[in-house]
């Protein structure tokens, strides 16, 4: 089973291309603090090599599409999780009142 369909491998192209501004085939930390400023961000230079050490698995100090993929891989796993336990919450809050009594976790 693949981990993407093939419409999310062209969406998570198109978005790395975004990063990619110079189109060298990879997010450089100079790329990846353009896009975080944009954003209203004001990490440091460690928060940065940080951000893409995370996922530079060759460690050459830049993000390739590959290693861009697994970070995305994870965003989505997050996202699944986080899906569950919203789906998990609404069966024990029976009056869906955002919140679980004693009595209806019991």
């Known amino acids: 089973m693949d981990l993407f369909t093939e419409e ?3 969406e998570f192209y198109e ?3 975004l ?3 110079d189109g060298d085939g990879s997010i450089a930390m100079e ?3 353009t896009v975080i400023k944009s954003l209203g961000l004001k990490p440091s230079q460690e928060e940065l090599h940080g951000m893409i050490s995370e996922v530079d698995v060759d460690g050459n100090g830049t993000i390739e599409f590959a290693e861009f993929l697994g970070l995305m891989a994870h965003k989505v796993k997050e996202i699944d999780s986080e899906e569950e336990l919203k789906e998990a919450f ?3 809050d029976k009056d869906q009142n955002g919140y679980i009594s004693e009595a209806e976790f019991l």
């Open 8 to 10: 999310q491998l062209t």
């Open 15 to 17: 978005t790395f291309c």
């Open 19 to 21: 990063f990619d501004k």
């Open 31 to 33: 790329e990846l603090s």
């Open 90 to 92: 609404k069966v024990f």
